[in-house]
């Protein structure tokens, strides 16, 4: 069988986690699976046992193929024409053919999109994405759109939302992460299921089971203390949640200079974008040994397994936030959209959100969860062994 990935990628862990995810189920059920990915994401930085394939698809076509007039781009176009006539380009006639035949086989597309759609994006990105979807869903014989968010849904034109359903409409499964997310989609007429992420849902740890050699990428970070905290940031929290980036600093420092005798705390990028967050706050402490900066970005499955070993984190990542449930470590959660509090309500932890808004409660609940963290460690394991009694993978068995 052919299968095409879309939405995936390996720079960001939290898609490089459901990228993962999404091929480990693949070959569990299929061993002589063909899986595909558009052609432009960054590669995998280790060999998967399943080799991946990239389908090319250049400007021009993709306009075509998703429906669009070729009139207004018309230089984009004859610049493709040119390059498809000179040696070395993946855009000549025999590769565009090869790619043609490539979307007709598809029998799943599997779309393992994080959060591409709604209006705090801007239009031009919500467009994009679903031009895209539609291609896959154009040549796919089933599509399936894996657990992510979804909304808000203001946008100012009908044009988004008229796309938006008629392409979902013809996707066999979507899966809504948040009631939120599921409410959205209802408001505009498309049927979808309220499922839990699907990397949280994974029962196994994945990487083993699908990474080639996996012990040479395998990093183990030694802990120097039994007590350990670790802060995650995340970039986006100035850029869409309208924090100031003084108000958020100095929230991480009070936290740091209450937890620092006690613990020790690893300040951890899950994006790279956010390692001079992490740069900064130990520029700070500088002197001080507890406070420590992992000064690189951990493969995924490497972050899964050191969060393991936190009692608790301070987190603004969504799949940071996942794996350190999967792992039963509690999260206290920054977060900027709906999707925080949707996975916060799965493992019954809504009481560990914080707004930094309310800056004395937000630092109260920190401390709440230095009381607590264990019991609450407790209350994440038996919820998440419920919810992985679900799964968004089924229809790949048999």
Not at 29 to 45: E, H, L, Q, T, W
Not at 232 to 247: H, S, T, V
């Amino acid at each position: 069988m052919n299968y095409l990935i879309t939405g995936g990628e390996f720079n960001n862990k939290g898609a490089e986690a459901m990228t993962l995810t999404a091929i480990k189920n693949i070959y569990e059920n299929d061993k002589n699976a063909r899986i595909y990915m558009f052609m432009g994401i960054v590669r995998p930085p280790f060999e998967l046992i399943v080799p991946l394939a990239y389908v090319h698809v250049p400007h021009w076509m993709f306009l075509k193929l998703s429906g669009k007039s070729l009139k207004g781009y018309i230089w984009v176009c004859i610049k493709d024409v040119i390059k498809a006539f000179l040696p070395g380009y993946s855009n000549r006639p025999d590769s565009i053919k090869r790619s043609l035949a490539i979307l007709k086989s598809i029998d799943f597309c599997i779309d393992v999109s994080g959060y591409a759609f709604g209006s705090k994006w801007s239009d031009e990105h919500n467009r994009n994405w679903l031009d895209w979807l539609a291609i896959a869903v154009k040549f796919s014989k089933s599509t399936y759109l894996m657990p992510q968010s979804f909304g808000p849904i203001e946008f100012e034109g009908d044009d988004i939302p008229d796309l938006a359903r008629q392409v979902f409409s013809k996707c066999k499964h979507i899966y809504a992460r948040e009631k939120t997310g599921l409410e959205c989609l209802n408001k505009l007429g498309v049927e979808c299921i309220r499922m839990p992420d699907s990397v949280l849902l994974e029962k196994d740890f994945v990487a083993p089971l699908i990474i080639r050699n996996y012990g040479q990428y395998e990093e183990t970070i030694k802990l120097a203390r039994d007590r350990n905290v670790a802060i995650i940031p995340n970039r986006r929290l100035m850029d869409f949640g309208g924090i100031e980036y003084d108000k958020l600093m100095n929230f991480y420092f009070e936290v740091i200079d209450r937890l620092c005798a006690q613990y020790d705390i690893y300040l951890v990028a899950h994006a790279g974008e956010d390692l001079e967050i992490c740069r900064v706050i130990k520029e700070r402490y500088v002197r001080v040994d507890s406070v420590r900066l992992i000064d690189h970005v951990m493969f995924s499955f490497n972050y899964e397994m050191f969060v393991k070993k936190m009692d608790f984190i301070i987190a603004s990542r969504y799949h940071s936030i996942i794996h350190a449930y999967k792992e039963h470590t509690p999260a206290v959660i920054l977060g900027w959209s709906d999707k925080y509090s949707g996975v916060a309500e799965d493992v019954c932890q809504q009481n560990y959100l914080i707004d930094i808004s309310e800056y004395d409660r937000a630092l109260n609940i920190v401390e709440k969860m230095r009381e607590n963290y264990e019991s609450e460690s407790t209350v994440i394991r038996e919820r998440t062994k419920m919810l992985q009694e679900q799964s968004c993978y089924d229809f790949l068995k048999g």
